[in-house]
């Protein structure tokens, strides 16, 4: 009912900035939980942020609160996950997800993108 598409991963040194992408389409609607996660090899998944396709009730995870920033461009159907003051510890494949306000866990995945932070 939702597909999504991660972009704009990449390398970038320690300090840098990226801003990943996560295209939607499909059954978006106001009440719609958008999260960011990343996984790093021999990690656990980490939710990163999470945001309504409104803009309602944005969050960030301790780990990134100050450097991170979830946002929304209900026009052309986009989350974004501005990601500053990057730290090598930040390396991981990102995902974004999705699921309905009334479930407990997120459903629909993209294919995840790579960042990774050099020293």
């Known amino acids: 009912q939702v597909q999504l598409v991660e972009s704009g991963g990449g390398l970038v040194q320690a300090g840098g900035s990226l801003r990943l992408s996560c295209a939607a389409s499909g059954r978006t609607f106001s009440g719609l939980v958008v999260g960011w996660f990343r996984q790093n090899p021999g990690k656990e998944r980490e939710l990163v942020g999470r945001i309504t396709w409104s803009g309602a009730n944005p969050y960030n995870a301790d780990s990134v609160k100050g450097r991170f920033t979830i946002s929304r461009d209900n026009a052309k159907n986009t989350v974004y996950l501005q990601m500053n003051s990057l730290k090598p510890e930040d390396t991981a494949v990102y995902y974004c997800?999705?699921?309905?306000?009334?479930?407990?866990?997120?459903?629909?995945w993209g294919q995840g993108t790579q960042v990774t932070v050099s020293s």
């Open positions: 997800a999705a699921r309905f306000p009334s479930r407990l866990s997120y459903e629909y």
